[in-house]
Nanobody, 121 residues
């Protein structure tokens, strides 16, 4: 599956932003989908994951209660709604597709190109 992330931008602390990740291929609904983020010099960090049907989600503690992952299998798209953004949320955000429900980047074999989110204080 090929992934295309979009929706990043420059926002102020406290603002909201929604990222989208469009997938190609007819097997999108069979994939677990996740969002990771990365800042320069640091390893890619898990943000959120959603099951193939959308009924199960899991979040990193740093974003729990502020971010929400969702998916629309009819549109082959996964979303990340980010509320109450903080400067420490600044990163390149990547969507990923995998066959297991995991928080580990190596379990995902398809990645989007990344979209930059910058949160100013």
């Amino acid at each position: 599956v090929q992934l295309q992330a979009s929706g990043g931008g420059l926002v102020q602390a406290g603002d909201s932003l929604r990222l989208s990740c469009a997938a190609s291929g007819r097997t999108f609904s069979s994939y677990r989908m996740a969002w990771f983020r990365q800042t320069p010099g640091k390893a890619r960090e898990f943000v959120a994951v959603i099951s193939w049907g959308g009924s199960t989600t899991y979040y990193a503690d740093s974003v729990k209660g502020r971010f929400a992952i969702s998916r629309d299998n009819a549109k082959n798209t996964v979303y990340l709604q980010m509320n109450s953004l903080k400067p420490e949320d600044t990163a390149v955000y990547y969507c990923a597709a995998g066959v297991v429900f995991s928080t580990t980047s190596r379990d995902y074999n398809s990645w989007g190109q990344g979209t930059l989110v910058t949160v100013s204080s």
